[in-house]
C-alpha cells in the first residue's frame, strides 16, 4: 500500500526509489514493532505472576526515572537524520558528515546532562515516592543509577543510528534495537527467575544498553563511515543551524515528555497501590502509538527530501492521503483493545490485574487515538523545517495534560491522570486545526476541511460496529463478546476498513499487487488531488 503513496505523480526518476525506500523502512519498522510487542507481552507477564505489586510498581518506577534521559535526546537523533538526508540527496557526503559532527557533539552534552540528571532523580527517590515502601529505597536508587547512567550513553550512541536513519537505510538500526529488546527480556527474566533483586535486574538491563549502543558504533564503521564524524569536522555555523533545529524539536520532546512522561510518576506519587495496575494499561496504548510512529517515522527524512522536489499542493496531497493511512491503522489497533480489551488483559496479566487496569486502559486508548489523529501532520511538517509555527500548540497540550493531571491525581488518584491525558488530547487536535494549518500552508497546501472529511471523518466509519455493540461491551463487569458476535464484529470492521479506507484504485492496486501483477498506471496528467 504505501508504494502507492507516489505512483500517482509525474515526478524525476528518483521517485519509483522513494517509493521502493519508504516501502522497506516501514518494514523495517514494523518488523521492530512485532519484536517490541512481543517483548511488551512476555516480559510483563511473566513479572506480574513472579514479583509482588510493589516490587512491580518499583521496577516500573525505576526505568520510568531512568528513561527521562532519553528525553534529553532534544531532537538531536531527528535533527541528524534530517540533515543527513538532504546532504545524502545531493550527493554531499562532507556536508552529511559536519551535521552529525555537530550532533554528535551536542548529544555528548546531553550524554553527561543525563549522568547529573539520573544522579538527583536517584537521590530524591523517598521524596518522590513517599508512599513507596522504605525497605525499597535503597534498591530503587541503584536501580535508577544503573539503567540512567547506562541510558546516558545508550543517548550519545544514538547519533550513529541517526546517520542509518538519514540515509534511509532502517534495517540497521531496528536489528540492533530488535537486539536491545530481545536480550533486555532475556536478561531480567533470567535474572527475576534466579531470585535476584532490583539492583541485580538494574545490573542486567545497563549491561545490555552498553553492549547495543557499541554495536551501533561498530555497525556504522562497517557500513557509513563515509559519513565522517570527528570532532575535527566542527563547524561553528552547522553546530549554530543544528542547535537551532533542536531547540524547535525540544518543545515537542517537552510537550511529550508532559504528555506520556510523567503520567507513572505522578500515579506512583498520589496512588502508589495503583501504580502497577497503570503502568499495564499503557503498555498497550503504547503498543497502539508504535505502530502508527513506526509507520510514519520513515516519512520525515523522506519527507525532507522530496520537500526539494515537490509542490505544496503535491505535499499537501501526499498528508491526505498518509492522514487516511494512518488513522485506520490507529481504529484497527485501538478498536480491540477497547472492545475486547478484559479478556485480551485477563489472558495476559491474570484476573486481578485486569479487573483493576481496564478503565485506565480505555481512557488511555481513547486519548491517545485522539491525539495521534495529527501526528502524520506533525512529521511532515518536522520533516519541511516548520516546527516553529506549532510551538504554541505542543505548549498547550502540554500544559493542560501535565496540570489536569497533578490536579486530577491530587483528588482522585490514579484515574484522574487518564482523565488529564484525554483533555491534553483533545486540545493539541484542535489547535492544529484552528491555528497550526493556517501558518503551514505554503509548505502543505491542503484545505482544513477536506483534510478533516478524507483524512478522519472517512476512515471513522470503521467504529460503527463497535458502537453497535457497545451496550455488550462497555457496561458489564466483566465485558465479552460471545464468539458469533466476535467474528461478526471482525469481519465488519475490517470490511468498512477496506472499503473506507482505501480508495477503489488502491484496493485494485493491492489485489493486482497480492496476485503478482504490475499495477495499473495513472492518466500523465493525474494527481493526487484527484484520486484522493
Known amino acids: 500500500m504505501t508504494e502507492t503513496l507516489l505512483s500517482d505523480h509525474r515526478v524525476p526518476e528518483k521517485s519509483g526509489g522513494f517509493a521502493v525506500t519508504i516501502s522497506r523502512n516501514v518494514a523495517a519498522s514494523l518488523v521492530r514493532v512485532v519484536v517490541v510487542s512481543l517483548v511488551a507481552l512476555v516480559l510483563p507477564a511473566y513479572l506480574t505472576h513472579h514479583l509482588p505489586v510493589d516490587t512491580y510498581a518499583a521496577w516500573v518506577l525505576i526505568l520510568q526515572l531512568a ?24 550527493g554531499d557526503h562532507a556536508g552529511a558528515g559536519r551535521h552529525a559532527s555537530a550532533g554528535l557533539a551536542l548529544m555528548l552534552l546531553a550524554g553527561m546532562l543525563g549522568v547529573c540528571l539520573t544522579l538527583v532523580l536517584a537521590w530524591q527517590v523517598p521524596q518522590l515516592f513517599h508512599t513507596m515502601p522504605a525497605s525499597l529505597y535503597h534498591e530503587v536508587r541503584i ?31 531496528m536489528a540492533i534495537s530488535i537486539v536491545n529488546r530481545a536480550f533486555f527480556t532475556v536478561m531480567v527474566i533470567a535474572v527475576v527467575a534466579r531470585h535476584g533483586n532490583l539492583v541485580a535486574m538494574g545490573v542486567g538491563a545497563a549491561l545490555v544498553t552498553v553492549v547495543t549502543g557499541l554495536l551501533q ?53 498520589f496512588d502508589y497501590t495503583q501504580t502497577a495496575y497503570y503502568s499495564i494499561a499503557t503498555l498497550p496504548t503504547s503498543f497502539m502509538l508504535l505502530i502508527n510512529s513506526s509507520m510514519l517515522s520513515p516519512l520525515l527524512p523522506a519527507s525532507s527530501a522530496m520537500s526539494t522536489q515537490r509542490s505544496p499542493s503535491e505535499m499537501g496531497g501526499l498528508l491526505a492521503r498518509i492522514t487516511r493511512y494512518s488513522t485506520v491503522g490507529l481504529l484497527l489497533t485501538a478498536l480491540p483493545l477497547m472492545v475486547c480489551g478484559f479478556p485480551l488483559l485477563r489472558s495476559w496479566v491474570g484476573p486481578l490485574y485486569a479487573a483493576h487496569t481496564l478503565l485506565y486502559l480505555r481512557i488511555l486508548v481513547f486519548a491517545n487515538l485522539v491525539r495521534s489523529l495529527c501526528a502524520p501532520y506533525a512529521t511532515m511538517i518536522a520533516a519541511t523545517g516548520k516546527l516553529g509555527v506549532a510551538a504554541a500548540t505542543a505548549i498547550s497540550e502540554a500544559a493542560v495534560n501535565l496540570g489536569s493531571s497533578i490536579f486530577l491525581a491530587s483528588r482522585y488518584g490514579a484515574i484522574g491522570v487518564a482523565v488529564g491525558t484525554f ?18 500552508r505554503q509548505t502543505l497546501a491542503i484545505s482544513r476541511l477536506r483534510l478533516f472529511l478524507t483524512g478522519f471523518l472517512r476512515p471513522a466509519a470503521i467504529v460503527v460496529p463497535s458502537m453497535v455493540l457497545l451496550p455488550l461491551w462497555s457496561f458489564p463487569a466483566h465485558p465479552v463478546l460471545g464468539p458469533r458476535l466476535s467474528v461478526a464484529w471482525s469481519l465488519s470492521t475490517l470490511s468498512l476498513a477496506w472499503l473506507c479506507g482505501l480508495t477503489r484504485k488502491e484496493r485494485s492496486d493491492l489485489i493486482r499487487r497480492l496476485r503478482g501483477r504490475p499495477m495499473l498506471p495513472f492518466g500523465s496528467q493525474r494527481t493526487i488531488e484527484r484520486v484522493l
Do not use: N
Open 423 to 440: 483533555l491534553g488530547s483533545i486540545v493539541s487536535v484542535t489547535l492544529h486545526f484552528a491555528i497550526t494549518m493556517r501558518f503551514t
Open 217 to 269: 558504533i561498530f555497525a556504522w564503521r562497517k557500513k557509513a563511515a563515509h559519513i565522517r564524524m570527528s570532532f575535527d569536522l566542527l563547524d561553528y555555523p552547522v553546530l549554530k543551524v543544528m542547535a537551532r533545529y533542536c531547540s524547535l524539536q525540544s518543545i515537542w520532546i517537552f510537550a511529550m515528555l508532559c504528555v506520556t512522561g510523567f503520567d507513572v510518576a505522578i500515579v506512583g506519587r
Open 143 to 173: 536501580g535508577v543509577i544503573l539503567v540512567g547512567c547506562s541510558l546516558s550513553f545508550g543517548l550519545v550512541c544514538s547519533v550513529y543510528a541517526g546517520v542509518f536513519l538519514g540515509l534511509q537505510r532502517y534495517w540497521i538500526p
Open 67 to 90: 528513561a527521562y534521559v532519553s528525553y534529553l535526546d532534544l531532537g538531536i537523533q531527528t535533527a541528524v537524520s534530517k540533515f543527513v538526508a538532504e546532504f545524502d540527496a545531493k
